[in-house]
């Protein structure tokens, strides 16, 4: 039944906290909506009631399953004297029943009865079913230390209980799925607190694997060094040369799907998996390694594949060489032009490595190579290419003098192809050793491109410049603020000591709940910009980004400032300035067409209307505004047309920034790029109404979401033309409106919308400072 021995060290993983905001991001959500009951679920309840009542024994031994299963699971364990996992699954028991009773009370203002509920007995639907939560997290906070036909049986029967407890009537679709995000959230707690067991392999099945198909493997131990995601071992061949066992493994808590997709999308390490299933990844590399040694780069070989009586997948190579990083002195500026050599042969072979440092650039005798291929990718892009040059400069830069290291870069590659590969020359584009590297040295990545271009003769691009931010500016957004309250109590009827009644009255966890909810926008907007991207970004960076930009615009409102930061951001990722003005371009246009596409649907599909009134004359106002800005238009093109200096000079800029932004462009057709952008666009949207219906709620009022989406689109699409910074005054003008017109008093409306934008606006500036100074900090702006 258990993978992996008591003994074995536990560790804290990143899943973890993936799953455990999840389910707290998923309780708060069902939360909201599960009191009173919305009408698809009604229904789906009506139907359920009309299913023969002879199924019903049926659905009470699913329920039963996952009781019958975390008692067995507890019964082993004490059998087997695992008294640190017995502590665990006690715990997470009586976490996820404390979560469940909390959570009841909160949601429908009553403590659910336990023994019924744990019983599935009585004729009320129970929210959450305390049959489902409880055996669940036992069932979860087990699963890492299971075998995997254990862990499937277990995941099978908590979701045939769910099911169960639904068609048994004993909880509703919205109760059941708290339940089993309770199960997952007491679960992830635990393994946070007390880690868990990464079910690794063990060395006597791999003996046995690699003997049953004639592989002699003498002096088999665990590598000192283990990476993510597989379990590595050394041993010797027959012959006494050193083999390398990689064992991707089955019970292997870091192989899992939804781990490596993490890691693969939050951090996009260089050299991270290309492929999620761990045959696709032993097959990958195994593949890559014979395309390379084939090339003459390689100093592995591929001794054989096969699999352990556990069916983990292991691929066992056959080591030539020492890693450069365990004999530094041998660096040279001689060793440092053969590795030039080496890395522009398996270019030329369509290959790029992904990890060119000082631990996987390997030498044999007088021969160079290059070790572990599991991140490398065949037909590259020029972005690959040029994030392998740019790592082996500063791989050389680290061990020997700079301006050796230089001299041998200029004539390894020549000026166009370093011209290229500078822009790389950042922290984003090295691996996970160089970067502690290179802050242990105080190398100067900035210094490094600078010298390259000096010696290669060739201009540098200069990294785009930003407006720190001053007490002047930070002062004007604050009086901006000011004023839209000022004009908000002198031009409206709203009785303040109303809304202050209005806000002290409202339901403080759904207030929470909407607070919480009006974060997650940014998310998605890093999801949508990396698909605006035509190169892979990581997540987190670009979710700080969209973090330190909701702290510039408050700070500096102007929008040269925000644009200033999306550039130099880009930069740093090797773009240059044109395609990255064209992912913002981009990435605006998408957003622009959902809210379009949303605006008409609403119009089309459903009895919500904006209320224009197109029969009134225009305000002399604005007609006296685009009539200055068509003869200012007109003004400067005759400027353009009388002065030939100023003329070539901007077509010349206007003609660099189109070639560079097609870049942007090519690739859209990539289904992937695609759903990342529209589809991350259109949940920002989603996200953002709903935390304003959220908040409507809140203060007793109910809002459907077709109207909150018209409401919140309209309002932004009027913000974005009007030109006051950061749409103070007039978002929450439009928002107020809107609300009133859907039928909510103006002091309840005007209280919604400032509980609103200061969860969406006024607030995330706070956390945006940090994100901004770890930027920053890690070189990235």
């Known amino acids: 039944m258990f993978a992996s021995d008591e003994r074995e060290p536990r560790h804290r993983r990143a899943t973890d906290i993936i799953l455990l905001l999840s389910s707290l991001g998923g309780l708060v959500l069902l939360g909201a909506v599960a009191d009173p009951p919305a009408g698809i679920e009604r229904s789906v309840m009506a139907f359920v009631a009309a299913i023969p009542s002879g199924f019903r024994g049926f659905w009470a031994l699913l329920i039963f399953l996952p009781v019958l299963l975390a008692v067995i699971v507890i019964v082993s364990a004490v059998a087997r004297r695992r008294w640190s996992l017995l502590r665990d699954l006690v715990l997470a028991g009586v976490l996820s029943l404390g979560g469940s009773l909390l959570l009841g009370w909160i949601v429908l203002g009553d403590w659910p009865p336990v023994w019924d509920s744990l019983r599935a007995a009585g004729s009320l639907p129970y929210f959450p079913p305390l049959s489902l939560s409880v055996p669940g997290a036992v069932i979860v906070t087990a699963s890492p230390h299971l075998v995997r036909p254990m862990r499937r049986v277990g995941r099978w029967i908590v979701f045939l209980a769910l099911f169960g407890n639904v068609l048994h009537e004993t909880s509703t679709p919205t109760g059941a799925a708290a339940a089993l995000l309770l199960a997952s959230g ?29 592989v002699a493997a003498q002096s088999l131990s665990a590598a000192e060094r283990q990476p993510t995601g597989m379990f590595e071992a050394t041993a010797l061949d027959a012959e006494g040369n050193p083999l390398l066992i990689k064992v991707f493994g089955r019970d292997a808590h870091d192989t899992q799907l939804v781990n490596v997709a993490w890691r693969t999308l939050w951090y996009r390490e260089a050299g991270s998996p290309t492929s999620f299933g761990r045959l696709q990844q032993a097959e990958h590399e195994a593949f890559l390694t014979v395309m390379a040694a084939a090339a003459g780069v390689c100093l592995d070989q591929v001794v054989t594949a096969t699999a352990t009586p556990g069916n983990d997948v292991v691929l066992v190579l056959r080591r030539a060489g020492t890693p450069l990083d365990a004999d530094p002195e041998r660096w040279s500026p001689g060793l440092a032009q053969q590795a030039w050599h080496t890395l522009e042969t398996l270019h030329g072979a369509g290959i790029a490595h992904g990890q060119v440092d000082a631990t996987h650039l390997v030498l044999h005798g007088i021969d160079m190579g290059l070790a572990d291929f599991r991140g490398a990718v065949i037909t590259p892009g020029a972005d690959r290419l040029a994030t392998d040059r740019a790592q082996l400069l500063v791989t050389a830069a680290l061990a020997l003098d700079m301006d050796v290291a230089l001299s041998g870069a200029v004539d390894a590659l020549g000026a166009d192809a370093l011209t290229e590969t500078l822009p790389y020359v950042q922290m984003p584009a090295l691996t996970v050793a160089q970067r502690s590297a290179v802050r242990n040295s105080g190398l100067d990545l900035d210094r490094l491109r600078t010298n390259a271009a000096e010696q290669a003769g060739i201009t540098l691009p200069e990294l785009q410049r930003l407006r720190r931010v001053t007490v002047r500016s930070a002062l004007s957004a604050v009086l901006l603020v000011v004023a839209f309250v000022a004009l908000a109590a002198g031009l409206t009827d709203i009785d303040f000591d109303l809304l202050a009644e209005q806000v002290r009255n409202a339901t403080w966890w759904l207030v929470i709940a909407a607070a919480i909810i009006a974060q997650l926008p940014r998310l998605t907007s890093a999801i949508s910009v990396i698909g605006a991207s035509p190169t892979p970004l990581p997540l987190r960076p670009v979710y700080a980004l969209q973090l330190a930009t909701s702290y510039i615009s408050l700070a ?226």
């Open 186 to 214: 007491a679960a992830a707690s635990i393994h946070l607190i007390f880690g868990s067991s990464h079910g690794r392999p063990r060395l006597e099945d791999v003996a046995a694997a690699l003997a049953r198909i004639g």
């Open 556 to 781: 500096v409102p102007a929008t040269a400032a925000r644009v200033a930061v999306n550039i130099r951001f880009f930069q740093r990722h090797g773009l240059r300035p044109g395609t990255a003005l064209a992912v913002g371009a981009l990435d605006g246009f998408a957003q622009f067409v959902v809210q379009v596409l949303l605006l008409l649907g609403i119009l089309v599909f459903t009895p919500a209307t904006l209320h224009l009134d197109l029969s009134g004359s225009v305000p002399s106002g604005l007609s006296l505004l685009v009539l200055v800005v068509v003869l200012a238009g007109v003004a400067a093109l005759i400027t353009l047309a009388l002065v030939p200096k100023w003329r070539r000079a901007i077509f010349t800029w206007v003609r660099t920034l189109v070639t560079e932004a097609v870049h942007a462009v090519n690739g859209l057709d990539s289904p992937r790029r695609l759903l990342l952008l529209l589809g991350g666009n259109l949940a920002t949207e989603l996200l953002f109404a709903f935390a304003l219906q959220t908040f409507a709620r809140a203060l007793g009022y109910q809002v459907g979401l077709a109207e909150v989406l018209l409401i919140n689109i309209s309002v932004s699409l009027l913000s974005g033309v009007l030109p006051v910074p950061g749409g103070i005054g007039v978002v929450e003008g439009g928002l107020t409106f809107g609300l009133v017109r859907a039928g909510i008093p103006e002091e309840a409306a005007f209280a919604i919308v400032l509980l609103y934008r200061l969860a969406t606006f006024y607030l995330p500036p706070i956390w945006g400072f940090f994100a901004l100074r770890w930027l920053e900090r890690t070189n990235q702006l």
